[in-house]
């Protein structure tokens, strides 16, 4: 009598938040591309320096 579920009855969701490896990589993922996107639309957003 087997008391472990099969793998097709675990909810996808569920099997993500399994994985710290995964969630690890999908933090620094979702970090960089916000850092970088802010980044650049703050660097974009900056008027231009008049020189002396």
């Known amino acids: 009598m087997n008391q472990e579920p099969e793998r097709d009855d675990i909810p996808r969701g569920q099997r993500l938040f399994d994985n ?3 969630l690890l990589l ?3 993922v979702v970090m960089f591309v916000f850092y970088t996107g802010w980044g650049m ?3 974009l957003s900056l008027p ?4 002396p």
């Open 20 to 22: 710290p490896f995964l």
């Open 26 to 28: 999908l933090g620094l």
């Open 41 to 43: 639309i703050e660097i």
């Open 48 to 51: 231009q320096a008049t020189l």
